[in-house]
C-alpha cells in the first residue's frame, strides 16, 4: 500500500466502504468525520451529485479520446475554464493525470522551454528542503522530504535546494503568516552565484508546504522569490496541487499571494478527486516560444500521456468548478477562516504539542517526538482519532488538517473535541 506502514495497517485494517458530503462510513458503519477532504483532494465533500452525474453522462457519450493528434470538446472547454478560473493572465493548459505528473511536465516544459529559446544551458532545477512534489524521479529531485528521497539513488543530477522556512524558535505558534523568514528567499541569489543563472532553468516551491506539515510562507518571501527569479530570467513554478481550489479562501495561492509564477501545477481539487487528473498553466510567451521554434507541421513538444485531457476526467472537472461557483466555497473558506484558526490555535497548552500552524482551512500541529521514535506519536493520534470518528493526515510527528470546504462550525467543534480528547490521552 502506498506511504503506508503495511504491517501495522494489515494487523489492524482502517477500511471505509462509503462516504457522503463531510463525512466517510467505516465498514462497521461509524460515521467518520473527515478532517482532511480525503488527501487534501475532496474540497466540495464527497460524492456530490453533480460531479457523479457529469461522470455518469459521459461515460455514456464518450469514454475515451486518444490526445495524441486527437481530440474532444470536454478537452478544449476545461482549458478555457480553467484559464478564466485562475488570475494572472495563463493562456494555456497541459493536462495530465495527477500532482505527480503535473510537476513532471512542468519541469520539462521548463526546461524545453529555455531550450527552443536559444539557451539550452538552462537546465538546472532548483527545489526547496522539506518540499513535495509528488513521486516521479523529478518531482523527488526536486523534493526535499529525506524519507522520500533516500531510497531512490542519486535522482537527478543539476538539482539544488533552497532552504526551508520552518524555525520553532522564531515563529511558532504563528497565526497566519510568521513575520520571520523572508530573508531566506535571497538564498537563490546565493545559488545563481554558485551555478550561474546561464544554468538555472526553474525554481518549483509550494506556497504552503503541506505534505511536509503546513509551512506557511513568511510574509514578503514569496514577493522576494519572484523579483529573483524575474532578476536572473529563472522560470518560477508554483506547486499548487494542494492549495489551488480553495483551500485558502481563494482560486489559489497565486490569488491570495498576490504573486504570479510562470507555471502552475494543479490536481487534487481539480475533479474534486472523483476522477485522477492533473494540468501545467503556462503564462503568455511559454506556448508561443515552441510553436515559433519548430518546424511547420512537427511535434511542438514531446512529450504527454495516454490519459491527458481524459473525458471523465474533464466531466468530473467541469460540473466540480460549477459546485465550487454555484455554492461559494471559496467564499465560505474565507469566511470561516476566522473561526477555523481560533478553534485550532485553542489545542496551544494540551500535551505534547510544540506548534500550531494555519492559513485559510489547513491547520499543522506539531506534535513533541518521542525519543528515538520520530512519527510515532502524531501515528497514535491518527489511529486513536479514527476509533474516535476523525480523520486526520499525519507527517512524522506532525497532523495535518485540511477538511472539505463545505465544512460548518459544528464540524469543527466536533474535530478538535476529539483531537483534544485524543492528544490528553496519547503517550
Request: with cysteine; net charge negative; glycine share 10%.
Amino acid at each position: 500500500m502506498p506511504f503506508t506502514d503495511n504491517r501495522r495497517f494489515k494487523a489492524h485494517p482502517r477500511m471505509v466502504v462509503g462516504a457522503k458530503d463531510m463525512y466517510y462510513i467505516s465498514d462497521d458503519d461509524r460515521e467518520i468525520l473527515d478532517g482532511t477532504a480525503g488527501l487534501w483532494c475532496v474540497n466540495a465533500g464527497h460524492c456530490r451529485p453533480k460531479i457523479v452525474e457529469a461522470v455518469r453522462q459521459q461515460v455514456g457519450r464518450l469514454d475515451y479520446a486518444p490526445p495524441f493528434r486527437m481530440g474532444h470538446p470536454g478537452a478544449f472547454e476545461l482549458s478555457e475554464r480553467l484559464i478564466r478560473f485562475f488570475p494572472g493572465g495563463f493562456d494555456h493548459v497541459f493536462f495530465g493525470n495527477s500532482g505527480s505528473e503535473a510537476v513532471e511536465s512542468a519541469l520539462k516544459i521548463a526546461i524545453a522551454y529555455h531550450r527552443v529559446r536559444g539557451e539550452a544551458s538552462r537546465t538546472r532545477l532548483i527545489g526547496r528542503e522539506r518540499g513535495y512534489h509528488g513521486v516521479g524521479f523529478g518531482g523527488i529531485s526536486v523534493g526535499g522530504i529525506a524519507p522520500v528521497r533516500k531510497a531512490f539513488g542519486s535522482l537527478l543530477p543539476g538539482v539544488d535546494h533552497l532552504p526551508h522556512t520552518h524555525n520553532l524558535e522564531k515563529n511558532a505558534f504563528s497565526r497566519g503568516q510568521p513575520q520571520w523568514g523572508a530573508h531566506l528567499a535571497d538564498e537563490l541569489e546565493r545559488l545563481v552565484q554558485l551555478h550561474d543563472a546561464s544554468t538555472i532553468a526553474a525554481v518549483i516551491v509550494e506556497p504552503v508546504a503541506g505534505s511536509t506539515g503546513v509551512l506557511i510562507p513568511p510574509v514578503g518571501y514569496l514577493e522576494r522569490l519572484r523579483a529573483i527569479c524575474d532578476r536572473h530570467g529563472i522560470l518560477l513554478i508554483f506547486d499548487e496541487v494542494i492549495t489551488a481550489f480553495g483551500r485558502l479562501g481563494a482560486s489559489s495561492a497565486t490569488e491570495y499571494f498576490g504573486v504570479v509564477p510562470d507555471m502552475i501545477t494543479i490536481a487534487k481539487g481539480l475533479t474534486n478527486a472523483t476522477i485522477p487528473m492533473g494540468a501545467v498553466l503556462t503564462r503568455p510567451g511559454i506556448y508561443e516560444a515552441f510553436m515559433n521554434a519548430a518546424p511547420e507541421n512537427a511535434i511542438e513538444l514531446a512529450h504527454g500521456y495516454t490519459y491527458s485531457g481524459h473525458p471523465l476526467a474533464c466531466a468530473a472537472a467541469l460540473a466540480t468548478l460549477e459546485v465550487y461557483e454555484e455554492e461559494g466555497l471559496f467564499t465560505h473558506a474565507q469566511e470561516l477562516s476566522t473561526y477555523w484558526e481560533e478553534s485550532v490555535q485553542g489545542l496551544k497548552g494540551l500535551p505534547h504539542v510544540i506548534d500550531i500552524r494555519n492559513l485559510g482551512l489547513v491547520a499543522g500541529i506539531e506534535l513533541e517526538s518521542i525519543p528515538g521514535k520520530v512519527g510515532e506519536r502524531a501515528t497514535q493520534c491518527l489511529i486513536q482519532c479514527f476509533e474516535r470518528g476523525l480523520m486526520i493526515r499525519v507527517t512524522g510527528d506532525i497532523i495535518a488538517l485540511s477538511p472539505p470546504l463545505i465544512i460548518r462550525p459544528e464540524h469543527i467543534d466536533r474535530m478538535m473535541e476529539i483531537l483534544s480528547t485524543v492528544l490528553q490521552k496519547v503517550d
